[in-house]
């Protein structure tokens, strides 16, 4: 008996994109290609029309939809996929002219959130999100949706959803609302005992691929799945990390962004973006090889703005370093750190910086604890960094780094070196 495996063939795809002067389109069909890989499509072409507005009825001119159902026929493409999102009945128009399933942007990222959620909440959130846009594009859509199989565009909700009537799906969509209403409060009651326990919170923003995982587990031993991939992991991660000093923050790993970043992907991962903006620092990670890094820096700085952090200090993390060597000149802003995730290089300039830029809640001084009074010293020992101890005749000498609430505490025996 012979066994065979069954191997999912990748997708053969087209990419298209209009060219309104809204945005560069070269750039961002370069980053539609990334996407499409990592989504498991192989992509046969990229196809740009330069136009003052895209077409109401296709999208695409008349030519060049000619020029796109001669490539489809004559390359046996499987799928194409716009560079912006397709009113429904664009998408329908398309569909029935090429005979090909057409997806847009949204869509394809929604399809590799749907295929990195691993936690219950990311799960919901982008069930939410397919559902949301999925809803106006339900009418003449039961023909291509009741087709056997899947592909690129289809993973997350399941076709038997989106075959439901609209009050299923509206149903529905009030259930995960309300889901997610009460995640978000169990999120909000854990930030305000974080606070209430003096834990500060330090968050990882930044670009997709950036190496933002790589930093968390070499910072903190995570574990965090890391690829080169985009939206390689999805679900926020915290962990513990202890500074030079003897602080410890929460360090949050936190949703990859991307270039025009669908504003209805931006609501759906609202609790989850809000970890940065409850945050003491912000680390925004770029990656210092990639030639549209300042670029990059530039669409996390417009979110951050967006989600009220723009008085949070930030440190602008340019990892990668070692694939540029040690000089870097491109703009950036807030204080900068050149790191290697990776290479686990630059790590004592980048902590440092945290320290810096984190509130002052500690302080370094000088005590002369009774002897009697052990226990305050064992709390010191066990809460702070202790730089000098020495048992002298009135009492246990300490000089030591501590929260100021401690030493309030401990003020009657403070004293001067």
């Not at 009460?182 to 606070?195: G, I, P, S, T, V």
């Not at 790993?253 to 940065?276: Q, W």
């Not at 417009?302 to 952090?309: A, F, N, S, V, Y």
């Not at 005749?393 to 030591?400: C, I, N, Q, T, Y």
Request: hydrophobic content about 40%; glycine content about 6%; some cysteine.
């Amino acid at each position: 008996m012979e066994m065979y495996e069954n191997k999912r063939e990748k997708e053969k795809a087209l990419l298209v994109s209009v060219d309104t002067g809204e945005f560069d389109a070269e750039v961002s069909i370069d980053e539609l290609e990334e996407l499409a890989h990592t989504a498991g499509a192989e992509v046969l072409g990229k196809l740009i029309q330069k136009r003052e507005r895209p077409e109401a009825a296709t999208f695409v001119g008349a030519g060049k939809l000619a020029e796109i159902i001669a490539f489809c026929s004559a390359q046996d493409v499987d799928l194409l996929i716009f560079d912006s999102e397709l009113t429904p009945s664009q998408q329908r128009n398309l569909e029935k002219l090429t005979g090909v399933r057409v997806i847009d942007r949204t869509m394809l990222i929604l399809d590799i959130f749907a295929a990195r959620a691993r936690t219950g909440e990311g799960k919901l959130q982008v069930e939410l999100a397919q559902l949301k846009y999925s809803l106006p594009r339900l009418a003449g859509q039961g023909q291509s949706l009741s087709r056997l199989g899947g592909g690129i565009g289809t993973r997350g909700p399941g076709e038997s959803k989106l075959e439901s009537d609209r009050r299923h799906i509206n149903r529905r969509i009030q259930k995960l609302e309300e889901q997610l209403h009460e995640l978000e409060k169990r999120r909000d009651l854990l930030r305000r005992r974080r606070r209430k326990d003096g834990i500060q919170t330090v968050a990882i923003v930044g670009y997709t691929n950036a190496g933002k995982s790589t930093l968390m587990n070499a910072l903190t031993k995570a574990g965090v799945l890391a690829e080169d991939k985009l939206f390689a992991t999805l679900d926020p991660t915290s962990r513990a990390l202890t500074l030079p000093d003897g602080r410890k923050v929460m360090l949050v790993d936190t949703v990859g962004l991307i270039r025009r970043l669908p504003h209805r992907l931006v609501e759906a991962f609202k609790s989850t973006l809000e970890e940065a903006a409850q945050a003491s620092v912000i680390l925004n990670v770029c990656d210092a090889s990639d030639e549209h890094c300042s670029e990059h820096l530039e669409v996390t700085k417009k979110l951050l703005d967006e989600l009220g952090c723009a008085s949070t200090p930030v440190v602008s993390v340019m990892n990668k370093c070692d694939l540029v060597g040690n000089i870097y000149s491109m703009p950036t802003f807030g204080k900068t750190v050149l790191i290697s995730a990776l290479c686990e290089r630059g790590f004592d300039e980048l902590l440092a910086a945290i320290q810096k830029e984190l509130p002052q809640t500690r302080k370094t001084a000088s005590l002369l604890i009774p002897f009697k009074n052990g226990a305050a010293a064992a709390r010191i020992r066990d809460k702070g960094v202790v730089h000098e101890e020495e048992y002298r005749e009135d009492g246990l000498f300490m000089r030591a780094t501590v929260e100021m609430s401690l030493l309030d505490e401990y003020k009657e025996w403070i004293i001067d070196d």
